[in-house]
DNA sequence: TAAAAAGGAATGAACATTCATTCCGTAAAT
DNA sequence: ATTTACGGAATGAATGTTCATTCCTTTTTA
């Protein structure tokens, strides 16, 4: 248990400290005191903290997209999968801020950009349950036919605007206003 | 003209540096190199980084909003009203893609979200053109009945999303798919 | 008791900022 | 007209700080 615990406890004060921080208020030595171990320890599990960060990000993808696709029916029509997978996106986010957080602090940053690139080139898994409803829905003309990235964009575009702006405190999004912001979310890819 | 000259100088490498290379990728030495000054000239014109990044921001935003306000008729309807306003801010992202960039970098810094915050409390001005118009289209019935933040974020969220892959290279952006695009906001928080 | 794991002080690189000095244009003095 | 003095602008080497990473010692495990 000794093991995986402390590496487990490593990932987790890394998480907190750069979704609370920022990258640059999340060094070595505090991510070690919070997790409880001595700075060295780190590079006993991570080659290094770029290592460290990609890592993370790495393991947050695997508990979202399963966390999303929860009672996921592909056989219902375009728009019920649309909400249904945005609605999931949302609320796992306002519940995670965590993740949030750290995800944004990521893509902002020159790890991201590469992460965009692979994702968008289709080299990346993850976003294919999107990417593949997206597509059907333009085939079956449910969805404005324009370029993926701009459905992309139109879809996640304010959901990630939304979420900010609740985890800020800007403002709070219960049931009701989740469905209506992701039903206007729908208003602008369908056709 | 030297003194203003100098000023200039350093506001514009910062500029160019930090849309490039990120915060960190603009070290001060780098900034006077490309500025073509010394070091510790920097210091004679802005107290520190922190005094230097938000002045140029500022900077940025006095460019932007009389920019995109070009050709503005507060008496067309609602509808064409925000179709100008929204392509007005993407064509000039477009068009200035280090003002894009940097401005990415600095709302996703410590800075930026003490900046939001004034913006949506009110106590700054810029966005108000937006704010009046989204108030108007809303009691007009023209625009959703939807909180101010949300609206914000269905209208920019594509936006801003689009402009960032337009610059980084994943899509080009013609006149046609600008204005499919802007549509396309349009519908998200139209009634 | 040998090997693996953990710890944390030591190291060195990168950086923002400072400050003693130089430079240069203007103006007073001769 | 030439020299001298002055003041602010500019400079960049030096400073002190903040980190990621290493390395050697101590502790735990087998």
Not at 89 to 116: M, T, W
Request: contains cysteine; proline residues 4%; hydrophobic residues 45%.
């Amino acid at each position: 248990m000794a093991k995986p615990d402390k590496r487990e406890e490593i990932v987790k004060a890394s998480l907190e400290l750069i979704a609370e921080q920022g990258f640059h208020g999340a060094p070595m030595a505090m991510i070690a005191e919070r997790a409880g171990v001595g700075a060295g320890t780190i590079y006993r599990y991570f080659e290094n903290k770029d290592v460290l960060i990609t890592e993370l990000y790495r393991e947050l993808e695997e508990r979202i997209f399963p966390a999303i696709q929860e009672g996921y029916a592909p056989d219902k029509p375009i728009r019920e999968q649309f909400l249904h997978l945005s609605t999931g996106l949302l609320k796992y986010f306002i519940e995670n801020s965590l993740d949030f957080r750290f995800i944004e602090q990521f893509h902002n940053s020159p790890y991201g950009v590469a992460c965009r690139r692979d994702k968008l080139m289709g080299t990346k898994a993850g976003c294919d349950i999107f990417h593949d409803l997206f597509e059907y829905g333009i085939s079956q003309q449910a969805m404005k036919d324009l370029p993926l990235v701009i459905i992309f964009a139109l879809a996640f575009g304010p959901i990630l605007a939304v979420a900010r702006d609740h985890i800020l405190g800007f403002i709070v999004l219960d049931e009701a206003m989740i469905a209506r912001t992701v039903e206007a979310c729908w208003d602008g890819v369908r056709r």
